[in-house]
Nanobody
C-alpha cells in the first residue's frame, strides 16, 4: 500500500523558516518521475508549489521562487521543502504528491505564518 506522510509543519513568525518532509512507502521511490508539493489555504483551491523530477530538474510557483527549495533523499524515500522568509500568505495545508498510474496524496501538514 502506497503511503505519503508529510511532517514538519507548524506555527512560525513572518520571516521564519520551516522544512517540510514527505516520506513515501509502498513503492520504489526511484521510479517516481516527479515529486511535487501543493498547498491549500483556507477557502481556496489547491495550488502547485514546487516539483522535482527524477533527474533533478526543479520547478516552482512564482510565489515560491527564491524562497522555497525542493530536494530529495532517495536513500530515505523522502522529499523535502525548505521554506525561508515565510509570509502570512504562505499559511496553508501543504501536501506532497506524485503520479504513478494514478494520483497519490498525503494527508498534509499545516503551516501557519503569523506574528
Amino acid at each position: 500500500q502506497v503511503q505519503l506522510v508529510e511532517s514538519g509543519g507548524g506555527l512560525v513568525q513572518p520571516g521564519g523558516s520551516l522544512r517540510l518532509s514527505c516520506t513515501v512507502s509502498g513503492i520504489i521511490f526511484s521510479i517516481i518521475n516527479v515529486m511535487a508539493w501543493y498547498r491549500q489555504a483556507p477557502g481556496k483551491g489547491r495550488e502547485f508549489v514546487a516539483a522535482l523530477s527524477r533527474g533533478g530538474i526543479t520547478s516552482y510557483a512564482d510565489s515560491a521562487k527564491g524562497r522555497f527549495t525542493i530536494s530529495k533523499d532517495n536513500a530515505k524515500n523522502t522529499v523535502y521543502l525548505q521554506m525561508n522568509n515565510l509570509k502570512p500568505e504562505d499559511t496553508a495545508v501543504y501536501y506532497c504528491n506524485f503520479v504513478y498510474q494514478r494520483d497519490y496524496w498525503g494527508r498534509g501538514t499545516q503551516v501557519t505564518v503569523s506574528a
